[in-house]
């Protein structure tokens, strides 16, 4: 059984820095996407980052690109999201996906491609 824990909700000051972390148990996932996801209130969930677990093949939204950075460590079976120069628009809940079926580049910024995601954790940025 697949299960991808996230931790490092925080509550930080605009242009600080936070790092998110998802810890993926139940199988090997060597083959797979992971990927971070965000909702704010009243909106729908956006794509944040992935990164192909072989190779290390980054991704990201043009909203996060040169602020956030993706990463994995194989050791230990964890992705991390390291956000700097935050903004009150990052404020959402941060979920961490994992996808076994995903190809393309567009397949990898849906939501519907991914297989398991973890319980959401809170990203507060205040101004």
């Known amino acids: 059984q697949v299960q991808l824990v996230e931790s490092g909700r925080g509550l930080v000051q605009a242009g600080g820095s936070l790092r998110l972390s998802c810890a993926a148990s139940?199988?090997?996932?060597?083959?797979?996407?992971m990927g971070w996801f965000r909702q704010a209130p009243g909106k729908e969930r956006e794509f944040v980052a992935a990164?192909?677990?072989?190779?290390?093949?980054?991704y990201y939204a043009d909203s996060v690109r040169g602020r956030f950075s993706i990463s994995r460590d194989n050791a230990k079976n964890t992705v991390y999201l390291q956000m700097n120069i935050l903004k009150p628009e990052d404020t959402a809940v941060y979920y961490c996906?994992?996808?076994?079926?995903?190809?393309?580049?567009?397949?990898?910024?849906?939501?519907?491609?991914?297989?398991?995601w973890g319980q959401g954790t809170q990203v507060t940025v205040s101004s």
């Open positions: 996906a994992a996808g076994y079926r995903i190809i393309t580049t567009d397949q990898i910024m849906d939501r519907r491609g991914y297989d398991y």
């Open positions: 139940g199988r090997t996932f060597s083959t797979y996407v």
């Open positions: 990164i192909r677990w072989s190779g290390g093949r980054t």
